[in-house]
């Protein structure tokens, strides 16, 4: 098996945000913390976009490469999750991600950081899976339930996509083959650049 | 007698205080380390969560599950008649 990955289909992303209430319902994420939410680029203008984001579980992580306490670890399918024990909140994981991943609760008044809280691509954390205290902790364990994560398996317009890296690519190749865009497709500019320069 | 009795005492301050770091428990963030998490595939045992059609502990039925759940649930070109 290849590494779990998510993507999001910008084509396909209207905004509905049941991927950011399917994770926030599944693992009971408290308030202020936001494990996945919606990006929408452009909002109002015609043509806008959007994008469902969360923890992306880099190959190479940037929250893993400045843990002071070393709290992170890579599980064999690539989730990139974390001890909560060993955590001691202090943020810089949040600095490094460029995806704003790394979440902290607040509570009172001012606010406290607490723990960072994260995506853990439903696959839970170091406790015995499927138990309470890894509930508690990181939520619920689904790919130890031989299920995919919440946000994916609930998006309705199968915008988000999410498992073994393979598997996602093919389906997103698909797509693009089926529906016919190539180049004119949106973000291919700005990668790849265009005829005229403009990114897209 | 006297200066005896104060030496042993000074003896006996040295020893505990060059010991008393050994009572110390670490300090060292990680030392007690990342505990270890077991595999995905090995299942959550008996729940009534656990989606059927693979066997807790196999890693290739589980991998096949998760493949086929892929496919099944993200791809609609495969449900579609051309």
Not at chain 1, 76 to 103: M, N
Not at chain 1, 153 to 159: G, N, P, R, V, W
Not at chain 2, 14 to 40: H, I, M, N, W, Y
Not at chain 2, 71 to 76: R, S, T, W
Request: charge should be positive; include cysteine; aromatic fraction near 8%.
């Amino acid at each position: 098996m290849a590494r779990m990955k998510f993507i999001c289909d910008a084509e396909r992303c209207i905004e509905c945000n049941g991927c950011v209430t399917a994770c926030k319902n599944e693992h009971e994420v408290p308030w202020g913390v936001n494990r996945r939410r919606v990006v929408t680029l452009n909002d109002g203008v015609p043509g806008e976009k959007s994008i469902s984001v969360a923890c992306m579980h880099c190959s190479d992580a940037p929250c893993m490469a400045v843990c002071p306490v070393n709290c992170f670890y890579r599980t064999e399918e690539g989730v990139v999750l974390h001890d909560k024990d060993v955590c001691i909140g202090c943020g810089y994981c949040s600095y490094a991600c460029p995806f704003g991943a790394p979440q902290f609760p607040s509570a009172g008044t001012f606010g406290v950081r607490g723990k960072m809280d994260k995506c853990t691509f439903c696959a839970g954390g170091p406790e015995e899976h499927g138990s309470k205290a890894e509930f508690e902790k990181y939520g619920r364990n689904r790919l130890a339930e031989g299920k995919l994560p919440a946000c994916a398996e609930m998006c309705s317009t199968k915008a988000l996509l999410a498992g073994d890296g393979d598997v996602v690519a093919d389906i997103l190749r698909n797509r693009v083959v089926q529906r016919g865009k190539g180049a004119e497709v949106w973000g291919w500019g700005t990668a790849y650049g265009t005829a005229n320069g403009r990114k897209s | 007698m006297k200066p005896i009795r104060g030496l042993s005492t000074v003896a006996i301050l040295l020893a505990a205080f060059a010991v008393a770091a050994c009572g110390e428990t670490p300090q060292d963030a990680s030392a007690a380390g990342v505990k270890v998490d077991r595999p995905v595939y090995q299942g959550v045992g008996d729940s009534p969560f656990v989606a059927p059609g693979w066997k807790a502990g196999d890693r290739t039925s589980w991998q096949a599950e998760l493949k086929a759940r892929a496919q099944y649930g993200q791809n609609d070109y495969t449900r579609m008649t051309p």
